[in-house]
Each structure stands twice: as C-alpha cells, then as structure tokens.
C-alpha cells in the first residue's frame, strides 16, 4: 500500500507559476512510476506528467509539454510538478499517483495507462 500526500496547489493569475509536491509512503520509493493527473470540473480525470522514478522515462500530456517540469527527490520520497506559464484551462484539482511497472517503464505513461495509488488531491486555480 502506498500513501499519497499532495501539496503545493493554490490561485496564481494567468502567466504565473506553482509547483505542486506530493510525498510518498512507499518502501523502495524508485520501483514506482509516479505521475499527475487533473480533473475539471464537468470534465474527465486527465494524465498530465509521469515518471518511472527508477530513472530514464518521462511523459508529458501535449497540453503541458514545455511549460510543466515533473521530477523527483529520491532521498525524501517526493514528487514534484513545477507548473509554469500557467493557463485558466490548466484550473483543475490535480492529483498525485503512483503504479509499479511490472519491468516496462512505459507503463509509466498516465495518459495511456491506470495508476493504482491515489492521493486526495490539490486545487490549482488560474484566473485570467
């Protein structure tokens, strides 16, 4: 089992910049992928950036590619996702998660497959 704490969100005007955190419970904290996702309100929960924390995989929804950094410190069990130049259509709750790759680190790729551990999530606001 693995827990999920997620921190960081808050309201940033158009153009500005947040970095959200999530700390993770998990023993051997590199065998995991870790990734971001979000959900708007009226829309679907979408994967945004993930990670295999064992090193050489990164993915990026092309709506954030070039404006979002997602990394890792491994020796505080933490996830990062640095967001900037930020848009009102990235306003969503975004949320931590957390999968094994089963040996494939393609797997890590939230915007193709499930992720297993969830954290409950932090609110991102951006008002034009």
């Known amino acids: 089992q693995v827990q999920l704490v997620e921190s960081g969100g808050g309201s940033v005007q158009a153009g500005g910049s947040l970095k959200l955190s999530c700390v993770a419970s998990a023993d051997t904290f590199s065998r995991y992928c870790m990734g971001w996702f979000r959900q708007a309100p009226g829309k679907e929960r979408e994967g945004v950036a993930g990670i295999y924390l064992g090193g050489g995989s990164i993915h990026y929804a092309a709506s954030v590619k070039d404006r979002f950094i997602i990394s890792q410190d491994n020796t505080r069990n933490t996830l990062y996702l640095e967001m900037n130049s930020l848009k009102p259509e990235d306003t969503a709750m975004y949320y931590c998660?957390?999968?094994?790759?089963?040996?494939?680190?393609?797997?890590?790729?939230?915007?193709?497959?499930?992720?297993?551990?969830w954290g409950q999530g932090t609110q991102v606001t951006v008002s034009s």
């Open positions: 998660a957390a999968r094994l790759p089963y040996g494939r680190a393609s797997l890590c790729d939230p915007m193709t497959y499930e992720y297993s551990y």
